[in-house]
């Protein structure tokens, strides 16, 4: 088993639509989430942390359930501009695990 | 405030070639590290550094070296280029191992 997996993807959904990504980690002892967006040929780019109580920035809310080992990130009103590649990463000490990436195209 | 600097941002070697890619880092970061991403692939660890003059494997470290002699370089050294070491290379830093890495913009490599 991976230590951190994605949704396979790719999504292909329409603007204004809302999308939602899930991530899982195997490590229960992990202590840090992110979420990074990767667009093409660049590099990663922090989105947001994930925190315990979940955490919300305009459009796009995550949420981390221990007990389950999941995150999640949950983009509203979808934009062209969102079309990108969504990386769930997991961390414990030095040790930090970028999942393998869920591609989101964003249709008009 | 340049954040994260790569060098080069291209470069095309022969096989058996070695060179060293440049990681430069102006944010007092004391974590850095060096990924590689293959097409369609995820990014996968190299090796990385806590700090000034400690250096650790990561996930995929052989045919690779690095070293951190000022806490603002990470340098990622190719000792005999072979083509499986075609690839995008990134360099990141952080605050600490909990904190949020920073990308530079990757230096793309083609080994012939």
């Known amino acids: 088993r991976k230590e951190v997996e994605q949704d396979p993807g790719p999504f292909n959904v329409p603007e204004g639509a809302t999308v939602a990504f899930n991530c899982t980690y195997s490590n229960s002892a992990s202590q840090s989430f992110f979420w990074y967006r990767q667009d093409c040929r660049k590099e990663p780019k922090l989105l947001m942390s994930?925190?315990?109580s979940g955490n919300e920035d305009g459009r796009f809310t995550a949420q981390l359930n221990r007990a389950s080992q999941y995150i999640s990130l949950l983009i509203r009103d979808s934009k062209l501009s969102d079309s990108a590649t969504y990386l769930c990463?997991?961390?414990?000490?030095?040790?930090?695990?970028f999942g393998p990436g869920t591609s989101l195209s964003v249709i008009p | 405030n340049a954040g994260v600097t790569q060098t080069p941002k291209f470069r095309v070697l022969k096989t058996g070639q070695s060179m060293t890619l440049l990681c430069a880092q102006d944010?007092?970061?004391?974590?850095m590290y060096w990924y590689r991403q293959d097409p369609g692939m995820g990014l996968r660890l190299i090796h990385y550094s806590v700090g000034e003059g400690t250096t650790a494997k990561g996930e995929v470290p052989d045919g690779y070296n690095v070293s951190r002699l000022k806490k603002q370089n990470f340098l990622l050294g190719l000792e005999s280029a072979a083509p499986s070491q075609t690839s995008v290379y990134f360099c990141?830093?952080?605050?600490?191992?909990?904190?949020?890495?920073?990308f530079g913009d990757g230096t793309r490599l083609s080994i012939l």
């Open positions: 990141a830093s952080s605050y600490g191992v909990y904190q949020p890495q920073h």
């Open positions: 944010m007092n970061h004391e974590y």
């Open positions: 994930v925190y315990s």
């Open positions: 990463v997991a961390g414990l000490y030095d040790k930090v695990i």
